[in-house]
């Protein structure tokens, strides 16, 4: 098996995946969890909503200017002391049971900027080491293989989550996420042996000096440009994923909930088996001009699931949506590690992973906009129209600066 041997020629990359793939499937449980103890702490509903976006956008915001300390500090003990912040984090919701009314709502606030921030910071530091983990002619396949684990989570994480959540209790959920992220973070430093991180050479300067020069560089390298705005974009369309199946499946579909699933999973399986074929492959596109291309199609393919009808067209649109997105991940990642100075990484790193997960909760955000404005089978088209404008503006730029991919690519 080939993930296996890559697993095996890595095992700080082989450990690193596994203390993800044990976070990652606990937290959907949590995140359920924080919903429903959210509920209970808020009495109306523009309460529960403002709660739960200040106490997200909040630890999102800060992400942006973690890149400089990244950068700074010692990242292999970075990725150790971020798993035990986020366990300190869940330990705050059990404190919250025999906390005082009044201060549940700020206990609630500390635990989630602790695991929010935590996980940025964390998920930032784990990419800006890949390159060291990882030499450059399997690059691409980690990339693969790790986008297609990712659709895999996705796809069981939720479900898991709610079957945990329904057989025990919030408190246990957790107990279960403090236990895990400790695990994870003695994986992690049993990761950290196996690699070496290049000597933090540059001299410090001033905090917003340094913040400034990262930004530089996205403008004047246009590929890493082209990779965040990518992120503005894909990250709008994830964000109103999950609403649009579950609202199409109720309101335009008028199909049982269960129906939710095998849309799901047309999706999901699919994107796996190609990002798996891909990674067997090592497989990149050797002229950028393709990935534009990728983008006006993965946009038109969204634009078509707001035509459907009933859920077969769905499955069907779901089934070519992820097809064409397998292929931008492990693209995005891959550019991203080759083309970014070592230096700095975190800097870059951080504003390319902090724009994507703001980009989701703007998506979410403008869904509920557009369906207010001009109707549920809206929601798709705009933002797949816009998916489309970041096709034309790789096109345009690959003409204009160049075609070909530099980097390891396999025949």
Not at 75 to 92: C, D, H, P, Q, S
Not at 174 to 201: D, G
Not at 208 to 218: A, R, V
Not at 221 to 233: C, G, H, R
Request: charged residues 10%; aromatic residues 14%; positive net charge.
């Amino acid at each position: 098996m080939v993930l296996y041997h890559l697993y095996k020629k890595y095992p700080a990359y082989g450990l690193l995946q596994v203390a993800s793939i044990m976070t990652i499937l606990t937290n959907w449980a949590a995140f359920l969890a924080m919903l429903v103890l959210l509920d209970r702490l808020t009495e109306s509903g523009l309460a529960f909503g403002s709660l739960w976006a200040v106490s997200g956008l909040i630890p999102l915001i800060l992400g942006y200017f973690s890149g400089v300390w990244i950068d700074r500090l010692n990242v292999k003990k970075l990725i150790v002391v971020t798993e035990i912040t986020a366990a300190i984090g869940f330990g705050f919701f059990l404190v919250m049971f025999s906390t005082p009314g009044d201060w549940q709502w700020v206990v609630f606030l500390v635990a989630r900027l602790f695991i929010l921030l935590s996980g940025n910071i964390n998920g930032t530091c784990v990419q800006t080491v890949i390159p060291d983990i990882i030499e450059k002619e399997d690059l691409v396949k980690a990339n693969s293989f790790s986008f297609s684990l990712n659709n895999v989570l996705r796809l069981t994480g939720a479900s898991l989550g709610g079957v945990l959540l329904a057989v025990s209790s919030l408190e246990f959920v957790f107990l279960l996420n403090v236990i895990t992220c400790l695990v994870a973070a003695l994986l992690s430093y049993q990761a950290t042996k196996y690699f070496e991180t290049p000597e933090k050479t540059v001299a410090r300067k001033n905090y917003l000096l340094e913040f400034k020069e990262g930004i530089t560089q996205i403008n004047v390298n246009k590929w890493v440009l082209s990779v965040v705005v990518a992120a503005i974009f894909s990250g709008i369309i994830i964000g109103n994923f999950n609403l649009m199946l579950q609202q199409f499946t109720a309101e335009v579909y008028q199909e049982e909930d269960y129906i939710l699933s095998y849309l799901y999973v047309a999706h999901g399986v699919v994107a796996f088996i190609v990002a798996y074929t891909l990674a067997k492959r090592n497989f990149l596109f050797k002229n950028r001009v393709y990935y534009g291309l990728n983008y006006m199609l993965f946009g038109l393919i969204w634009m078509c699931f707001g035509l459907t009808s009933n859920y077969i067209q769905g499955m069907i649109v779901l089934i070519l949506f992820g097809i064409v997105g397998a292929f931008n991940g492990p693209y995005e990642r891959t550019t991203m590690q080759h083309e970014v100075p070592d230096h700095m990484r975190g800097r870059i790193f951080a504003t390319w992973q902090t724009t994507y997960s703001l980009s989701i909760q703007l998506g979410a955000f403008l869904s509920g906009v557009i369906i207010t404005v001009f109707g549920l089978r809206w929601v798709p088209i705009i933002t797949g129209m816009m998916e489309i404008l970041l096709g034309v503006f790789v096109v345009v730029l690959s003409i204009k600066v160049g075609k070909k991919i530099h980097y390891h690519q396999a025949s």
